[in-house]
């Protein structure tokens, strides 16, 4: 096999204007999209890229974090590093001199989000297969020492993930028809907060006509009759067949989600999303005991796999939306993947690469450790940036076939990157 | 009163290097305690100080996010934002350019710190007098209009504020002695990791005869045995009626904590500080029941009112280490002192501040809120830098008679930042 150095460390702030409306929720009236993007240039001109979401001018700082964090990896060859790059996440996540600024949460994770998405990345160029395919060819022990088990032993430790994963490989075969079928995404487009009712009802049956029969709808409005005639309206377009969830991106406090949640319950959505402070496991514990039989999912601003733990230990969360580009990258994810599968919870992904990257990771999780194939978010608006952006038809993303993670952004590459 | 406007925001990257061996923990070998500055001048010359304690070069971060959070500042007049700062914290906490590198946690949250505490002191130098006593001037209803309870209502609403400080009002002059007395203090310099036993004897006696009877030893060596050896000789140097603390500084995964907690409980200490990973509020409050009567004592790296406020649900630390300088500044600790006052947990802050802002506070905890005067954490080692240093001498703090909160530094100051 080649070999291929890590030789240049560089990041790009890559910040995309959304069209009106998009993207808008209860709490982010005009969002701008943000990738804080690494950039690992290496032999041959192959570059890794590795992505991690904020929202804003904020994005800088975790540019500026991961040059700062990024540094252990320069001379270092691929295949070395990722032989035990679980030792690696482990380091750069308790890195002195940043470490205060967490620990694992905030800028600084966000940084090793993006570091270590990019060499997932540049791993799988290098060997010229798409991501999924070179995690499902590795070796139960060779996924082991992707992870950094520290303080989740106790739920987690490396035995219990090479049990889980030997006890998946015999029946693997049954479950990789969805490489040829493809995985079935939802809609989260249809719905934003800002979007009139016409426009919802008009995407939604659009996307009904493309294949989709899953959707998402802003909620957390304060106007509650909004919410109320807009969950309505979205139930009536897609049918008693068909799946709806909803969103209040941690808008209300826990006595008004309370209230909240059961009104809209009628609507029988799958799941209610960040019905209050992400930070709240208590509060999500409550609720989640409260509005039965709804369903609480949550993630995108669960920073770390401690956190997620603490979740699925005390009963708060049901879908469990994993974002390696919130997490600590494609390696956290699949630490917070093994523990849910040990909890017996599904892992809905929030897709803050746009799916990119997720498309790959969520076959893996199917495959390999016998998660559902459930429900892939699904957001359009920024495909036109990606070199191989993610091919969704008939409601499904097709599985890709070329080498990497899928990260590469038009026009940044190692060669032109700030 | 005369006016006072906002009418300079500058940073300052403020890095101090320790004498050898000091702040060494099990965690941080070569500490560099820096403060990230906030700087807002005024009218007169006056000059508020706001500081945030991180670790090492990560600092830099801390400053640019307040050079980013602290516009809508400009211009505002001191007394006008202080008689509703509850509501420009709970703004600036949920700016939408930078939200989602939190939320209510890491660089962001620290700059909201830095932000909140030069506001107070800008706010008690406007008025010529010591923190302490601008707080407890204030009515029941002002303090409340200082505060952002938004996620704690379900345990601390306005309401509940105002009833706690009012049920206190009569029994003030009962507590008023402290302010002659001087508040307690105990001494961490002793007991850092890279001091030899023989230092650690030496400082202790010596601290003994300076007045101090409390304090604390830093544990989580990969040799247990030292552990345990430095811990018994400390008990043995303060003997039975001194008070020994033991601090892990989140070394142990939870099967080493529960293992290492139940060995040193032999010295008998006060409590054990940071077993575990301090996201892991379900492993502490297994660790506070299991090691009981030992208690657990937390703080430090827990990021906002939300977490603590978890952490008290659910039964997880007995002494609450509440630190303005990493919580959201005065604000936002006081909101944790009051949920803490509910549950009947005591204060015992981390002195990110190395006491300097806190020494207010615990007046105003004790006072208004009827807190006990349990013990204020004391590290010397920075006082040259401060304009004003702490008063400490026969192991209580003077009480500061100066205006404003005690943190300007030594020759920072609005005209010479950067």
């Known amino acids: 096999?080649?070999?291929?150095?890590?030789?240049?460390?560089?990041?790009?702030?890559?910040?995309?204007?959304?069209?009106?409306?998009?993207?808008?929720?209860?709490?982010?009236t005009d969002p701008e999209y943000c990738m804080a993007v690494t950039l690992l240039g290496s032999d041959h001109g192959l570059c890794g890229t590795g992505i991690a979401l904020t929202l804003g001018e904020g994005n800088r700082l975790v540019c500026e974090a991961i040059e700062m964090l990024a540094r252990p990896l320069a001379g270092l060859e691929i295949e070395e590093l990722m032989a035990d790059f679980g030792s690696m996440a482990r380091r750069l996540g308790n890195d002195p001199s940043l470490r205060w600024l967490g620990p694992h949460k905030g800028v600084v994770h966000l940084a090793l989000a993006s570091i270590t998405n990019a060499c997932f990345d540049l791993w799988a160029k290098s060997r010229g297969v798409p991501l999924w395919k070179l995690l499902l060819d590795l070796k139960p022990e060779e996924v082991v020492r992707l992870l950094d088990l520290s303080y989740v032993e106790d739920e987690m430790s490396a035995q219990d993930v090479l049990e889980l994963l030997r006890n998946k490989l015999a029946t693997r075969p049954e479950r990789e028809h969805i490489l040829a079928n493809g995985y079935p995404g939802y809609d989260t487009s249809v719905g934003w907060m800002a979007y009139d009712d016409d426009k919802v009802r008009e995407l939604t049956l659009r996307a009904i006509d493309q294949g989709f029969n899953a959707f998402k709808l802003k909620v957390g409005s304060s106007d509650a009759e909004r919410d109320l005639r807009r969950a309505a309206m979205l139930r009536e377009c897609v049918g008693d067949a068909g799946t709806l969830m909803l969103d209040a991106n941690q808008r209300w406090s826990l006595p008004v989600a309370l209230r909240r949640c059961r009104e809209l319950a009628k609507v029988r959505p799958l799941w209610i999303e960040e019905p209050t402070h992400p930070d709240d496991i208590h509060g999500h514990a409550m609720l989640a005991h409260a509005i039965a039989p709804v369903k609480v999912a949550t993630g995108e601003h669960i920073p770390n796999r401690v956190?997620?733990?603490?979740?699925?230990?005390?009963?708060?969360?049901?879908?469990?939306?994993?974002?390696?580009?919130?997490?600590?990258?494609?390696s956290e994810f699949l630490t917070v993947s093994l523990v849910a599968k040990k909890f017996g919870l599904p892992i809905a992904p929030h897709v803050g690469d746009m799916g990119q990257l997720h498309q790959h990771l969520v076959l893996f999780n199917h495959i390999a450790m016998g998660h559902e194939a459930l429900?892939?978010?699904?957001?359009?608006?920024?495909?036109?940036?990606?070199?191989?952006?993610?091919?969704?038809?008939?409601?499904?993303?097709?599985?890709?076939?070329?080498?990497?993670?899928?990260?590469?952004?038009?026009?940044?590459s190692c060669g032109r990157a700030k």
Chains 1, 2 share one sequence.
Request: aromatic fraction near 8%; proline fraction near 8%; include cysteine.
């Open 375 to 412: 429900l892939l978010e699904h957001i359009p608006h920024l495909r036109s940036h990606f070199v191989l952006p993610a091919q969704v038809s008939g409601g499904v993303y097709k599985t890709p076939q070329e080498p990497g993670a899928s990260c590469d952004l038009k026009p940044v």
């Open 1 to 28: 096999m080649p070999s291929y150095t890590i030789n240049k460390i560089s990041t790009h702030d890559a910040r995309y204007k959304l069209p009106a409306g998009a993207g808008t929720d209860a709490v982010h």
């Open 307 to 330: 956190v997620f733990k603490n979740f699925m230990q005390s009963s708060a969360v049901h879908y469990v939306q994993a974002d390696c580009t919130r997490l600590a990258g494609v």
